[in-house]
């Protein structure tokens, strides 16, 4: 990568780096796994980014999901000018602590059980096999989290059912709750089986346990009610971050009547934030999801993911390359892996040294893709086919630079 192409950003890392770890606030969008020096953004208008260096860039990150409109749309900026104050939570992480500990009070039971490769925030209960923060450095445990706290968490391979069942037959009567990323996100994109999520359904509701979807990054994105809507499946809780926020720090649980209820100071079970629900954030979302309903947004992004994902297969397709495409919506990642990627394991097993060529090779040609092999590409309405054209002509060139 040209050195001084990014020589401002450069500088603005190694002050950053003085006063933040890293010199970021969450280290999976750092660049250590991919190579080179991460660019500083200083604006951001529909589907393009400008650095500090006055390079420009076609957006694929979007905020890591949640700027389905694009960046800046002039609605939601003028809803944050003029919001009104209610009540959540500050973030994904937040939410999903609290609809755990609200499933662990409502069943009286401790274990909970998750995928591996499924993010859920840094909670300690999540941080055991977590997703692409954990992959990225290769450190899927992180210190600080206890034993004991370790071995409430059971876990099974995504789209593994029979695992699942294991489980709940090994454990009769101690788990409190099933919690997964519908549509996972952070181990790459992976699409469940046939049959997988009305499997946990049926099998939660059997034990008398709670199914909990993190549609963090789904939330919105795929409809308005989410995967669960598109899919015809209700979990007893729901747990959504900064996708319903447009984009600004925000969170939020839900779900049955009797179980929120439960929640203070209606209920026992305690959750409290001074600042939670922010009324900007809060302003920002409302005004995004009623954007969302009545329009054509969604068979745009469908369109547009359609054409991406075209775009890619045939590049890949026409240098004779063996990679793995998934795509759900808006939501796609390019896996530098034969196939089938199904779960944390064969996600694994992908070529990040590759990836990182490629992943460099593209920012060289002013498209903006997520630091990780573990990472999804977002799209938003925002992205026109001038920018879906000009993102398929670098994939064909940076392809062709990885493979060298």
């Given at each position: 990568m040209s050195e001084e192409r990014w020589k401002k950003s450069r500088e603005w890392l190694e002050r950053a780096e003085q006063i933040m770890p890293g010199g970021v606030n969450s280290p999976?969008?750092?660049f250590r796994s991919v190579g080179g020096h991460p660019?500083?953004?200083c604006r951001a208008k529909g589907a393009t980014l400008w650095d500090e260096d006055g390079n420009q860039y076609i957006d694929y990150i979007g905020s890591w999901g949640p700027m389905i409109l694009g960046h800046a749309h002039p609605e939601v900026t003028e809803a944050i000018q003029q919001a009104e104050m209610v009540r959540l939570v500050n973030s994904g992480t937040e939410a999903t602590m609290s609809a755990i500990r609200l499933a662990r009070a409502a069943t009286q039971r401790s274990k909970i059980v998750k995928f591996t490769g499924c993010y859920h925030g840094h909670g300690d209960s999540f941080l055991i096999a977590a997703g692409s923060g954990a992959m990225t450095f290769g450190v899927p445990d992180s210190p600080g989290v206890t034993l004991e706290t370790a071995a409430n968490t059971l876990l099974a391979p995504?789209?593994?059912l029979k695992a699942v069942q294991d489980l709940f037959s090994q454990n009769q009567g101690e788990i409190a709750a099933v919690i997964l990323e519908p549509i996972p996100g952070n181990m790459g994109l992976i699409t469940p089986k046939?049959?997988?999520l009305q499997g946990l359904r049926d099998l939660t509701t059997q034990h008398e346990s709670l199914l909990i979807f993190d549609e963090v990054m789904t939330g919105f994105r795929v409809k308005p009610g989410g995967v669960q809507e598109l899919v015809g499946i209700k979990p007893d809780l729901t747990t959504l971050g900064k996708v319903i926020g447009g984009g600004l720090p925000v969170g939020a649980?839900?779900?049955?009547?009797e179980l929120m209820q439960m929640i203070a100071p209606s209920g026992p079970v305690y959750q409290a934030g001074t600042l939670s629900g922010n009324p900007l954030a809060v302003a920002a979302g409302m005004t995004t999801l009623s954007l969302l309903q009545g329009s054509d947004a969604y068979q745009i992004l469908e369109e547009r993911g359609a054409a991406l994902e075209a775009g890619f297969r045939k590049n890949a397709q026409d240098?004779?390359?063996?990679?793995h495409i998934t795509r759900y919506g808006s939501m796609l990642c390019l896996f530098f892996h034969p196939g089938p990627v199904t779960d944390y394991e064969t996600a694994k097993q992908s070529d990040t040294e590759r990836f990182g060529r490629y992943f460099r090779a593209m920012l060289e040609?002013?498209?903006?893709l997520p630091p990780s092999q573990f990472e999804v590409i977002f799209l938003s309405t925002a992205h026109t086919p001038d920018d879906i054209n000009a993102t398929i002509?670098?994939?064909r060139e940076a392809l062709q630079i990885a493979f060298a």
């Open positions: 999976v969008r750092a660019p500083f953004i995504y789209n593994d046939e049959g997988f649980y839900g779900g049955k009547r240098l004779g390359l063996d990679l040609r002013g498209i903006h002509k670098a994939n």
